[in-house]
């Protein structure tokens, strides 16, 4: 499927690292504009050092006021991705800290929220439709132990997908949901190699994790116009595992 982003513009957060830097550079190669944003400032200076075309926004998302005052500076987008994650790390449901529940909500959840409502109203406003993404995790759809404040993010953040593609749909814009198992970027290749890894890699049908790009390839084809009756979705890319979740 040949993908071409000319001429439109493309807002990315968490362009830095994983994902959201393969699908950085996937965007440049198919002609977008692209908007980068990430709250390490070193990263964001390696990306444009490495990608002179990418316009970087320095912002931690977590401050829902400063966020909001930098998007309000951006011209209006075509294509909205929201990839940046908080991830509060392991722990029994009993015993998360406050504090990680209210970065993991203010990142992945009000994050994603405040990035739309300031950029899918300037997309309303331009009146030419335009395509909203959000990187979500089949762990939105089915829990896993020791990751609560990450699962109630994503199965949130598929709610959020659904509201404003509801909301937002007269305005010719779609917003869907991208929902990966592990996926094979730095991180999740230190992951690989866990007992964990090992149980959710045997009950998956075609036995493996994603690469980045069996991610980033969704992405572009529900940014692009090849998707355009595609609005209000869960696009799962686990190779199967959902369907054999259950021993």
Known sequence: MAFDFTGKKIFVTGATRGIGRE?????????????GLASNKDLLDKLVT???????VHVDLGDWDVTRTELEKL??????????????????SLDVAKTELDKSFNVNILGPINAIQVLGKKMADAGNGGAI???????????????MAYNVCKA???????????????????????????????????????????SLKGRTPLGRFPEMSEVVNPILYLLSDCSSMVT??????DGGLISHIHV
Do not use: W
């Open 23 to 35: 699908l950085v550079d996937a965007l440049l190669k198919h002609g977008a504009e692209v908007y």
């Open 232 to 237: 209000g979705t869960q696009h799962v890319v």
């Open 50 to 56: 490495e990608c002179p075309d990418v316009k970087p």
């Open 156 to 198: 949130a953040l598929d709610m959020v997908t659904k509201q404003f593609a509801l909301e937002l749909g007269p305005h010719n814009i779609r917003v869907n949901s991208v929902n990966p198992t592990v996926v094979l970027t730095e991180r999740g290749k230190q992951f690989e190699n866990s007992a964990l890894s090992s």
């Open 133 to 147: 993404v959000n990187v979500s995790s089949m762990l939105g759809i089915y829990p896993m132990r020791g990751v």
């Open 75 to 92: 011209p209006a987008m075509n294509g909205i991705v929201n990839n940046a994650v908080y991830h509060a790390g392991f722990y029994p």
